[in-house]
Each structure stands twice: as C-alpha cells, then as structure tokens.
DNA sequence: CCTCCGTTAACCGAATCGGTCAATATGATG
DNA sequence: CATCATATTGACCGATTCGGTTAACGGAGG
C-alpha cells in the first residue's frame, strides 16, 4: 500500500479502516465493493485507489491491522498476566469493548475474513493465521484448583458455558445492528458478577 | 408465485427453498443473485423465475414459509405446553434443531431478513411481523418458584445467561459453517445437564 | 404426426464492478 | 500574482453481472 496513508491524520485513518471493516464484515469479500467502501469513508473512489492499490491490498491491509491492534491492546492492558479465571474473562471482554469502541466492526470482520473462502484471499488469510492463533492458546483450565469452586462442578463445561454465554450476549448485540458499547460493558460486568456468585465456594470468607 | 410449485415433488420443493435460504442467509437481499440460487438448487435460471416471478416474490415466500414451519414445528413437538423452565429449554432447542435438520440455513436467513434494510423488501418483512412475535412471548419467567432453585439467585439473570450461552454455542456452529445437528444436539444436552445440575437446589430429593 | 408442458439456452438493456487517468482543487513558496 | 507540488476527484473504460424475457428444445401422451 501507499506509505502515505501513514502520514494522513490519526482521524481519517481510522475512518478509512473503519469504512473498509464496516463493508467487509456485512459482505462477502466478492461482493464488498470498493465503492461503498469509499462512500463510507466520505472520499472518493480514486482516492481510495490512491492510498491502496488494489481490493485484494486493502483487504489483506485491514486483516492484518486487525491481528496488530488485538495484540497492542491485550498488552497493554495486561490481559496476559492476568491469571484469576474470572478476572481474565472480564479482561478479555474489556479488551474487546476497548477495540470495538475505536473500531466497531472489527470483532465481525475477523470471523468473517478468517471464514473467508473467495480463493483470491483466502489462502494469505489461513497462512496470517499462525502468529495470531498462538496467542488464542487457552490453557487456563489446568491452573484452576477444585477447592475454589462449588463442589462437584463440571469445571471445564463452566468454562465452555461461559464463553458461549458471553459469545451470545455479543451477539445480539451485533445482530441488532446497535453497537452501544456501554451497554455491552454493563452486560458482560452482570455476567461476571453472576458467575461469581454461582460459581464460587463459599464458606471460608474470602478464598485463597 | 406460481401455483405449479405447490405440485413439485415435496424434495424438489425442499431443495429450491433450502437454496434460497443459503443464498439469501450469507448475502444481503440485494447481493443475493437469483442465479447463484438457481445453481445452488441445480436447476435453471428460467425455471426458478416461472415458479417464483421476480426476486421480491421469492424472498417474502421465503420469509412466510419460514414463520409458517416455525409455528407448525411448535406445535407439532408440544413446547407451548412446556411448563417447566428446563423443559422448555430443551424442547425449544430441540424445535430449532429439527428445523435446522429440514432447512439448514433457515434460522441465519430468519435473523437477516428480520434486520434487512432494503427498502424493497423491510417494509414487507416488518408488518408480517406481528403474528410471529407474538409467538416468542416469554412470560415463562412469572411463574418460576425460588424455592426450587439455589438460594439467592437471580432468576432473570439466570435465564437471560442461559439463553445467551445457548445462542453463543449455537452461533459457534453457524460461523464454522458446519451444521452438524448432531454435534449440536449434544453439546446443547450437556448445557441444559449442567444447569440443572447448578442452579436447581438439592436435599428434599425430587423437587416438586 | 401433433400438442402439451416442464425446462432451458440464449439473449436483452441496465447496472455495477475493479481500476485508470486526465483534470481540478488546494495550499505553500517565491 | 505566478509557480509548482500535492491532494482529491469526476469521468471514463472494458468486463462482468444483474433481473427478467423469450423462443426454442425435448419428451410424454394421443
């Protein structure tokens, strides 16, 4: 792509990438025109032609953008260190709201681009895919300690039930088109909380 | 649309109804070319434009069909008279899961078209609308009794998590593309064990 | 042979696509 | 004001695709 893209302001960059992200997730990449893309960014289809040469360029641009952005945000904010099972899950889904505030369509592009089977992309996509799957490894489970939880529980369908619970709660919201993100941060934190108070040992106050 | 179609073998039938809800599920109702579904149902162009006389005609079809199954499914599997808040999980589930068996796709096309803009067809979708909402009215949570549940829990946070993580999973199989209704039918089991398992209250032995 | 009738290939005009390019608008410099 | 570089665009191109039409094909029954 054009290095001047770099050099316009913080601003109409991200409007770009966002306009891009919007059309992309909505459509297959087929049938995602650089047109609409251009009209969502409020500049002209030239212009757009300018700054990345061809569909394919732009496409790959904003997949990778999207891999880089996930992992500057989950660093900074620590997500990795954090090592209590709740704790993280609400890291995670602070970390999500964070980038989905900047960029609200990037989480459905991403599933959408990785699911993408249009032969003209999708193998740079699936080859892209390493680095950015390593840092998805979820091996939380076996640090988790039994005497922690209520008894008898089913740890690991805990977890997968509370992934999907969340994954849902995202969901309807992307389905409704409304993306307000303060009220999928309340959603999530209610979630936790509730979790909390379900899942947890009681008895000896505060565990640990 | 033409009366002809009624008189279709019912599998012919099935497969031009399942290309429609393919075609029209992954694509908005303008992207979605009546070609690609006159392929999809391995027959030609022609032929689908006698049955069905424009594109417009086809879609509404699509969407009564749709709302018309649903009803009929509902009622032929007894979940309105499911009283039993697990209960009616599980056979609302299960209604989902025979339909998904029938017309794989039907469930994605069903929320597209609910959320479509297009100017040519929304209008349409949303005033059919109200015979199908009623339907979902979910009063189930006013007759709930505390006292077969934990102590102290949420009951509407309950449900709404609980809905929530059975949308997560069932989404899970949607964006990997596989149906496989099978999968599905268990790892729905598995939740809706775990749940009674966690949030019904133990000791009196069989409650109720 | 003819006549239905399900089915299709070929076709139509209009629209849209990715991409190019010459022209214009803008702003800094002298 | 004139000059020049740069940012941005409208107009255009050839190819493809779109929704929809139509004439013809092919097989079954009389």
Redesign the interface.
């Known amino acids: 792509m054009n290095p001047k893209f770099y050099f316009l302001p913080q601003e109409k960059q991200q409007t770009i990438l966002n306009a891009g992200f919007h059309v992309f997730s ?3 990449y087929r ?1 995602s025109p650089m047109s609409e893309i251009a009209d969502a960014a409020g500049i002209s289809k030239s212009l757009l032609f300018h700054y990345f040469h061809n569909k394919k360029e732009l496409y790959l641009f904003l997949w990778d953008t999207c891999a880089k952005i996930t992992v500057e945000e989950m660093e900074r904010s620590g997500t990795y260190e954090q090592t209590d099972l709740f704790g993280s899950m609400e890291y995670g889904m602070q970390v999500k709201l964070s980038l989905m505030r900047r960029y609200p369509d990037i989480g459905v592009f991403a ?1 959408r681009a990785f ?1 993408e089977k249009d032969p003209e992309v999708s193998s740079d996509i699936q080859r892209s895919m390493g680095r950015y799957l390593a840092v998805h490894a979820e091996k939380k489970l076996q640090k988790l300690d039994h005497e922690d939880f ?1 008894p ?3 740890l690991q ?2 977890y997968k ?1 509370m ?7 995202l ?2 919201y992307i ?3 409304s993306m307000d993100t303060d009220a999928m941060e309340k959603d999530f934190h ?2 936790v909380d ?1 979790w909390k ?3 947890i040992r009681k008895g000896q106050g505060d565990k640990r």
């Open positions: 909505r459509n297959s049938k599933v699911y209520i008898g529980i089913d369908m805990m039930e992934y999907w619970a969340s994954e849902g709660c969901w309807e389905q409704r088109g209610e979630l509730f108070k379900v899942y």
